[in-house]
């Protein structure tokens, strides 16, 4: 799998780091506010589970699964929810936690769906942030890294669900795209 790799962009270690700080910053500013932390699956997976490790109050999580990709690295613009929230939103503090934010259309369209319910406040967290891919105008409140205009992996991100399980974000070798399209 690792031979699949062109270049790894973020450490395991530099992630670790940055997933420390955030979960600092989150903790000094959610303290006595009992933060719902809602997980978008399945990107957000590993980010979110070490992120509430390092969130040192309480808090609620919930998970939600949505997909606009399919089997293709860009975005086919519909976002499909895929499993729904059990929790209310209704006067909560929601903590949105994503792995990328890329042309936004996800984003977008939880922050409106999480205003429609209710929420006091939404705060997207995203431990990446693609600010070239954009279609819609929307920035994360907390992001962890900056990363160029290329398809990333690892670290919960996949390419036709496959790379989700590295510890670092890497490329991929250009003929892994060529031999699908
Ligand atoms: O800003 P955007 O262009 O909307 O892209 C970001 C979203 O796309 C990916 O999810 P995907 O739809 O691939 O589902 P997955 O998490 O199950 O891989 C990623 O995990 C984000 O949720
Ligand atoms: O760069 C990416 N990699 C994997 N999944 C993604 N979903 C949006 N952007 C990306
Ligand atoms: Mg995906």
Known sequence: MHDEILETLISEEAIQNKIKE????LSVEYKERFPLVVGVLKGALPFMADLIKRMDIHLEIDLM???????STVSSGQVKIVKDLDTSLEGRDVIIVEDIIDSGLTLSYLVQLFKARKAKSVKIVTLLDKP?????DIAP???GFIVPDAFVVGYGLDYIERYRNLPYIGVLKPEIYEKKE
């Not at 955030?22 to 910053?25: A, F, M, Q």
């Not at 070239?132 to 819609?136: E, L, M, N, Q």
């Open 22 to 25: 955030l979960g600092k910053e």
């Open 65 to 71: 699964a949505v997909s606009s990709y399919g089997a």
């Open 132 to 136: 070239t891919g954009r279609k819609v």
């Open 141 to 143: 409140d907390l992001a």
